[in-house]
């Protein structure tokens, strides 16, 4: 089993960077695909980065793209969520969560396996 606790989020004004990060224990995380979830209120959960095992490999959705940069330390067990350039449309809880399996480009949250408790990002305009 993998414990996932994310931490950073907060309150930022548009045009701000935050980085998020998201510590696992239970398990390495290093044979485990690392995502990155968020969800706005009312709305649904939508994906958001994902990153392969070794790093070597991110996606990252449209919405994101260029502003947003997902990294991971598996010496640290820890990955991390780089944003810039937020704006208000960003506001939302951040979750991260892991996926164990051959395919690590997963955008699906029902394919991912654990999941922290998230962390509250606010933009203001």
């Known amino acids: 089993q993998v414990q996932l606790v994310e931490s950073g989020g907060g309150l930022v004004q548009a045009g701000g960077s935050l980085r998020l990060s998201c510590v696992a224990s239970?398990?390495?995380?290093?044979?485990?695909?690392m995502g990155w979830f968020r969800q706005a209120t009312g709305k649904q959960r939508e994906f958001v980065a994902v990153?392969?095992?070794?790093?070597?490999?991110?996606y990252h959705a449209d919405s994101v793209k260029g502003r947003f940069t997902i990294s991971r330390d598996n010496a640290k067990n820890t990955v991390y969520l780089q944003m810039n350039s937020l704006k208000p449309e960003d506001t939302a809880v951040y979750y991260c969560?892991?996926?164990?399996?051959?395919?690590?480009?997963?955008?699906?949250?029902?394919?991912?396996?654990?999941w922290g408790q998230g962390t509250q990002v606010t933009v203001s305009s």
């Open positions: 990153i392969s095992y070794s790093g070597s490999y991110t």
């Open positions: 239970g398990r390495t995380i290093s044979t485990y695909a």
């Open positions: 969560a892991s996926k164990y399996g051959r395919n690590w480009l997963s955008v699906g949250r029902d394919e991912y396996d654990y």
